[in-house]
């Protein structure tokens, strides 16, 4: 029985330019997601919040509005996100 861990990878996403950033992006993937494509590639989070909080601003305004990609895929300007993140400023515990 093979005992190698298998190679886990933290990313940030690019928040360059003006790309599309899906809610993983944005929120960040746990490290005990499970069935996702990517197993082993999990990404730090932009804002840090839960995804029923996420949503939650999104419907009050506090958060940008999604970009339609499809029927079953949205995304979010990095702009916006950047924008968010600047406008909130980094909170301290």
Same mark, same amino acid.
């Given at each position: 029985?093979?005992?190698?861990?298998?190679?886990?990878?933290?990313?940030?996403?690019?928040?360059?330019?003006?790309?599309?950033?899906?809610?993983?992006?944005?929120?960040?993937?746990?490290?005990?997601? =499970? +069935?996702?494509?990517?197993?082993? /590639?999990?990404?730090?989070?932009?804002?840090?919040?839960? *995804? @029923?909080?996420?949503?939650?601003?999104?419907? =009050? +305004?506090?958060?940008?509005?999604? /970009?339609?990609?499809?029927?079953?895929?949205?995304?979010? *300007? @990095?702009?916006?996100?950047?924008?968010?993140?600047?406008?909130?400023?980094?909170?301290?515990?």
């Amino acid at each position: 029985m093979d005992d190698t861990k298998k190679e886990e990878r933290i990313m940030t996403a690019d928040m360059s330019g003006d790309a599309f950033l899906r809610v993983d992006h944005v929120l960040g993937t746990k490290a005990t997601a =499970q +069935g996702k494509k990517n197993k082993g /590639v999990f990404y730090r989070p932009i804002f840090p919040v839960s *995804k @029923s909080r996420w949503y939650q601003g999104i419907r =009050q +305004g506090e958060y940008p509005q999604p /970009v339609r990609l499809s029927r079953k895929c949205s995304a979010w *300007k @990095s702009s916006d996100i950047r924008a968010l993140v600047e406008r909130l400023g980094p909170t301290e515990a």
